[in-house]
């Protein structure tokens, strides 16, 4: 990805504006719209249906076809892009036009239709205000359902007043006039106008549009042919369908109960010189439909929430996070229509927090497929290396992390934590500190006996993870602490190694296999009644990932079944404490008040979201002060930090604000990588807010 380009997004004043306000406000606005509804209810049936649907969308296709044939409508398949290109420009030329008017299609974006049109001698209009705004300026959609959300006022102005050769003012309403005005003849001239569709009913041939402006109705109905462009996963099988689409596109996309216009369209069956032209895309389409590992993609209904909630695309925008189809989404789309050149870069971006997925209208994992097609693009040179050889042996790896520790001295400031790195690595360290690779890792602790008690409970395997054993030794040892004065019986397997998430994250399955193997195998050795870490994204790998990297091989996915039941997050487990009441306070001194941040993997890949809360009220005896968006990423995301260390930090900016904000002196966290990217920007701040994992606090209290 061009730095460059990424840094020129980061420096643009009106985009970062634009972007987060309409970040702050699109969760309110939602909730609103979504008010006495169940929305969970709602995707999950929206995704039933579509996943049937795509089980079988060649017998869709074939009954949208006989059905809208029936209608009056003339159907086309097209298999590629130039198919449908070509098939759109016949259509033209056989009305003896030069000239199209089109309402807003995204499908038109993916096969680049105004470019091909136009050199073959076609002009064409987009009647979509913002659609306007992007083809005077040359460039395209920043978004699927607002594609000008990054220009200002005065670009708008600047076009406008270039394409009507007079001076238009940057104010607002006087815009939208000018737009109406010089639209209108558009409308009235258009001997051939163009759409797409929101959705196809297979039972009818029925289209369905839903629009805010009305150039839809306007486009569809004024020409005499009407084509509309429209990718074949959009067919439904019925009306029953259909409604869900359209009850909830409006609500998840921009907030709005409804939308201004909803249509419905069938061939003009008894009208005289009238046509339906429905151009079906393919490009791609039917092959994944077929591919049971990604084709849950092709459920989205283009809402385009999964921007509306991303950290990224709030700081860079859609021309830096995606291709044509924009978002996460659009990583996703991107390598199966336009080819896996055009993802390699793009995949990168994504920090895997995972908040696309709680808001997607067809619940697709639209992370964990972002993950999964790593594997399949080019790896940078040595990465092989170091998770092949490195990371997959625990031994090698634990001893490079030794030396590491000796490495860092020249680098260390007062209070022992890294300030600045050496040549490229200072990027990572330009704004926080970080802190210093411990002399004794916790495994060499336990060998020693050191951070163990005397429990006789329920017994538990302590899962650390790499950066709290190699980091945090005294986070481990406030766990095992917590745990014990909980009553369980605490044992470290010093076999354990890393979870593998970094290797599956880096596109390296094969190495993330093997490290799933070799945990399974150590972790279910000895009898346990439970399996804690303290890291989420660990217990995400425990609990979920090795099930999915090892389902093809029914010995390993049998272990992981078992592990994944066993295997439980610290706040997790000792909020059962909490509930039950087999516990006493002692005296030990903890922050009075606190706020909390939600890590990414615990809330949205773990579903942990109340059971902090409740360790730390009840357990920790603290009182919570929460942040405004206390589940939003802090911009860690393990080595994206390291690779995109620009984007990071603006990430962590906004928590930090966050933070700041409630007063508290505190910020308590359940992930030890949360806790090195707030307390390294605290720290680089001047700030005396303290960052404490939850296990501490408890420790701290529990008698």
Known sequence: MDKGLIQQKLDNTFLRRALKNFAAAYPV????????????????????FKEAGLEQLPALVEQFTA???????????????????????????SKNADFLVKSKAMTSEEIELNHYLERNGVSCLETDLGEWIIQLAGE??????????????????????????RECPPDIPSLVQTARDSL????????VGMSGANVAMADSGTLGIITNEGNGRLVTTLP?????????????????EALDIIEILPKNATGQKITSYVSFIKGPTGDEGRELHIVLLDNGRLRLAADPAFREALKCVKCGACANVCPIYELVGGHVFGHIY????????????????????????????????????AKIDIEGLIVDLRDRIRKPFGQKFLFGTLMKNRKLFHAALRTAYLAQKPFQGEGGRIRHLPLVLNRETANRSLPPIAERPFRDLVETGTGTGKSKGEKVLFYSGCLADFVYPEMCRDTVTSLEKLGYTVTFPQEQTCCGIPARYSGEMEVARDMARINTDVLLKEEADYVVTICPTCTMSLKHDFGKLLADDPVYAEKARRLAAKTFNFSELAARKAETGDWRLGTGKVPQTVTYHDACHLKRGCGVHEEPRKVLQELAGVEIAEMTDCD???????????????????????????????????????CPGCKLQIEGGLEAAGSPVKVEHSATLVARRIG
């Open 184 to 191: 209108r003849s558009g409308f009235l001239t258009g001997q």
């Open 224 to 240: 005499r042919t009407h084509i509309a462009l429209v990718g074949v996963e959009k067919i439904v099988p019925s009306l029953t």
């Open 140 to 165: 395209r959609p920043s978004h699927m359902v607002m594609p000008a959300i990054h220009k200002n006022k005065e670009e708008v102005a600047e076009l406008f007043s270039r394409e009507t050769g």
């Open 632 to 670: 939003k990423c802090c911009g860690f995301g393990g080595s994206y930090s390291i690779k995109y260390p620009e984007i990071s930090q603006e990430v962590l900016k906004n928590k930090l604000e966050n933070i700041a904000a409630t007063g508290a002196k505190t910020v308590a966290v359940d």
């Open 67 to 93: 059905s809208a044939e029936k209608a009056g409508a003339r159907v086309h398949l097209c298999t590629t892009p130039d198919d449908a290109n070509r098939t759109i420009l016949e259509i033209i030329r």
């Open 326 to 361: 924009v978002g996460g989404i659009g990583l996703v789309l991107t390598p199966f229509f336009h080819g896996f050149d055009k993802a390699e870069e793009i995949l990168k971006l994504c920090i895997g927090c995972r908040k696309c997925n709680e808001v997607c209208a």
């Open 29 to 48: 606005a939602r909730a609103k719209a979504f008010e006495g509804m169940d929305f969970e209810e709602l995707r999950v049936r929206i995704s039933g």
